[in-house]
């Protein structure tokens, strides 16, 4: 089946530093990723599609200098939370899409603590 | 914007019991996906409906779409406690766009 991988699998880190996220689809190419937070007991809210070779799309809230994503490859984007702040912790989730094919698979998550 | 509602946000139910976790969108889907989760960890997939009055089943675990493809139900039957966790429906609108999520469904199995 098609497995997503994240890495870090959690990360602690200070205030002011930035902190990169992998996300990579092991076994097919994926030219969206798409990039989620997660808060304690809420539900999963959408920040970023991220599309091969181009630019992310933003959704509205989220602020892209601060969320800095790359797409590189077909099998990899990272998420970059610059100048990461306290209430920049979260678990953060990518996903997936197959080249071809709907179905979205998800990584394990993230999680990001920053004192 | 697409809305999923979820209902209910949390549930605890006696070990045995069935139930039903509702997810209703206000428009029509392409499709909704069922996850579980447990808090701080990943999504496990359970169930992928895509068709009107699709119905599947895994286990002692059903969903269904209903014909207008909007609504859609997870029931499961002769809960456990390795049931217990939280359940997120996801919205497909067009086969090509993220998935949006219901807040989910917080369930509780006592024994």
């Known amino acids: 089946g098609a497995v997503v991988s994240q890495h870090p699998s959690w990360v602690i880190c200070k205030s002011g530093t930035s902190v990169k996220i992998e996300c990579r689809s092991l076994?097919?190419?994926?030219?969206?990723m798409f990039w989620y937070r997660q808060f304690p007991k809420k539900s999963l809210m959408l920040m970023a599609t991220?599309?091969?070779?181009?630019?992310?799309?933003?959704e509205q809230g989220v602020e892209k200098d601060k969320f800095l994503i790359n797409h590189a490859s077909l099998t990899l984007s990272t998420l970059t939370v610059t100048s990461a702040h306290p209430e920049d912790s979260s678990f953060y989730i990518c996903?997936?899409?197959?080249?071809?094919?709907?179905?979205?698979?998800f990584g394990p998550g993230t999680r990001l603590t920053v004192l | 914007s697409q809305e999923l509602e979820q209902s209910p946000q949390s549930l605890i139910v006696q070990e045995g019991k069935n139930l039903t976790i509702n997810c209703t969108s206000s428009?029509?889907?392409?499709?909704l996906y069922w996850y579980k989760q447990k808090y701080g960890e990943g999504l496990i997939f359970l169930m992928m409906?895509?068709?009107?009055?699709e119905e599947k089943s895994h286990e002692k675990i059903t969903a269904k779409l209903d014909e207008k493809k909007q609504q859609s139900s997870l029931h499961i039957t002769a809960s456990q406690p390795s049931h217990a966790g939280i359940y997120l429906c996801?919205?497909?609108?067009?086969?090509?766009?993220?998935?949006?999520f219901g807040k989910g469904t917080r369930l509780s199995v006592i024994a």
């Open positions: 996903s997936a899409r197959p080249f071809s094919g709907s179905e979205q698979f």
């Open positions: 076994d097919f190419q994926a030219t969206t």
């Open positions: 991220s599309n091969e070779g181009s630019k992310a799309t933003y």
């Open positions: 428009k029509t889907l392409y499709g």
């Open positions: 409906l895509q068709k009107g009055g």
């Open positions: 996801g919205a497909d609108k067009t086969g090509n766009t993220p998935l949006v």
